[in-house]
């Protein structure tokens, strides 16, 4: 008997205190994911600003690295491009939190660049930036498919940005190609620079223009680069204010409206569509039309387009841009205004696909009645669920088909 006690006693403890499972300390998963990748890359900015300050503030900059010999003026401008590129870096950053795949494909090519100061002093503060940028480079490429948005911008931003690239690119050629009208350019470095104090108006008083025709040629820098940056703010920083604005009202801007194309339209917002939602979010962009204001901010806060306007109006579907839609869903969990959106919608877009849910099963004619391609009553597939499923009946394969009663 005291054998069987201590054997149960013993068979306890293995029960209290053994687990079947190995239980990990460290999720090496979440650890090397593309959150970390960008944690990373943060690092790697933070790094490069202040390793490049540090070495800016030395007398004399060390060249003990390999590349000294190799990169042109490298000690003395090494240091310089390493404080650049954090800012760049930080930008990149910025971006690649937001998954943007523009974002990933820059950030992959100026990190080899940030260890470029390193490389080239080789001192033994350097050392950090070094490995963080070994480390962060392959896991930014392991998380490749991570970083899948694509950054949308309009055609006046795609210009806007065009125009200052090709402005710079204007002046630097043609100040170099005459640069025996100016005192003070020699190189590429000098255009380049002279181009910079020109366009921001700043005129250091280094480089002069000496003949007429170098004066007009400064005077079109002045009035290109000045043209290209204002424009160049105001299609991109107003947006930017617009989209603050609407996520504090649960509002698309008209920028990303104008984007829209192949979407499918969801007209009201209700506990069925919060499933509905997650369904196609992988597979299709959505925008969901609610006048409901919280419920916007709501869905805003889950990275869902939101449109804040009443559904039944044509005017809001046509903002919605419901012409180059790929489908419409009818759901505002009032059978009436069901009957009012999609009658809406089929005037504004005659062939759209439209879907609407009834909540009650009465008015599924007259959905089908005002251009509703298909009418479902999420309380009939509900009791069909319920009573196949205690019949032991396949449900999930058949629930849209109808029961016998139903054929009869």
């Known amino acids: ?10 068979s306890a403890l293995e029960r209290l205190f053994s687990h079947g499972e190995t239980v990990r300390l460290v999720n090496w998963r979440a650890l090397s994911g593309a959150k970390s990748a ?31 010999t190799v990169l042109p003026g490298g000690p003395s401008v090494v240091p310089f491009t390493g404080v650049l590129l ?19 494909y820059l950030t992959v090519l100026t990190l080899p660049l940030t260890s470029l100061l390193p490389l080239t002093a080789f001192q033994t503060t350097d050392v950090p930036l070094l490995l963080s940028v070994l480390l962060a480079l392959p896991l930014l490429l392991v998380n490749r498919d991570a970083f899948d948005r694509r950054l949308e ?25 005459i640069r025996d009208q100016f005192t003070g350019i020699d190189t590429w470095g000098d255009s380049v620079y002279y181009v910079v104090v020109t366009i921001a108006t700043v ?27 204002t424009v160049a703010i105001g299609a991109l920083i107003v ?3 617009e989209k603050r604005m609407a996520t504090v009202f649960g509002n698309m801007t008209p920028s990303e409206l104008t984007l829209l194309e192949d979407h499918v339209l969801v007209l009201g917002h209700s506990d069925m569509t919060d499933s509905l939602l997650e369904e196609l979010d992988d597979e299709v962009d959505v925008v969901v039309v609610t006048p409901d204001a919280d419920a916007a901010a709501t869905l805003t806060d889950r990275a869902v387009n939101v449109l804040t306007d009443d559904p039944t109006h044509e005017a809001t579907l046509r903002d919605a841009k419901i012409g180059d839609a790929a489908g419409v869903i009818v759901a505002t969990h009032d059978d009436a205004n069901d009957v009012l959106a999609a009658l809406a919608a089929r005037k504004v877009n005659p062939d759209v696909r439209i879907v609407a849910a009834a909540t009650d099963g009465q008015h599924v004619d007259k959905l089908e009645a005002v251009g509703a391609d298909e009418v479902i009553s ?23 088909e109808p029961t016998d009663d139903d054929a009869s």
Not at 1 to 10: F, I, L, N, R
Not at 216 to 227: A, E, H, K, M, Q
Request: glycine share 12%; proline share 4%.
């Open 1 to 10: 008997m005291a054998t069987d006690h201590s054997d149960s006693s013993e």
């Open 86 to 104: 954090a800012f760049v870096l930080g930008a990149l950053v910025f971006g690649l939190g937001r998954r943007k795949r523009l974002a990933w």
């Open 378 to 400: 999420p309380v009939e597939m509900a009791g069909r669920l319920l009573g196949r499923s205690i019949l032991e009946k396949p449900s999930a394969e058949s629930l849209l």
């Open 239 to 241: 947006p930017a204010i």
């Open 38 to 68: 960008v944690i990373l890359c943060g690092f790697v900015a933070v790094l490069s600003f202040v390793t490049g300050l540090s070495n800016l503030a030395q007398p004399t900059v060390a060249d003990d690295g390999p590349l000294a």
């Open 203 to 229: 005129g250091y008083g280094d480089i002069t223009p000496l003949t007429t025709g170098a004066k007009w040629f400064s005077l079109s820098i002045i009035l290109f680069g000045t043209g290209a940056f």
């Open 153 to 177: 911008l309009s055609s006046l931003q795609i210009a806007s940005l065009s125009s200052i690239v090709g402005v710079v690119l204007y002046g630097t050629i043609g100040t170099y190609a």
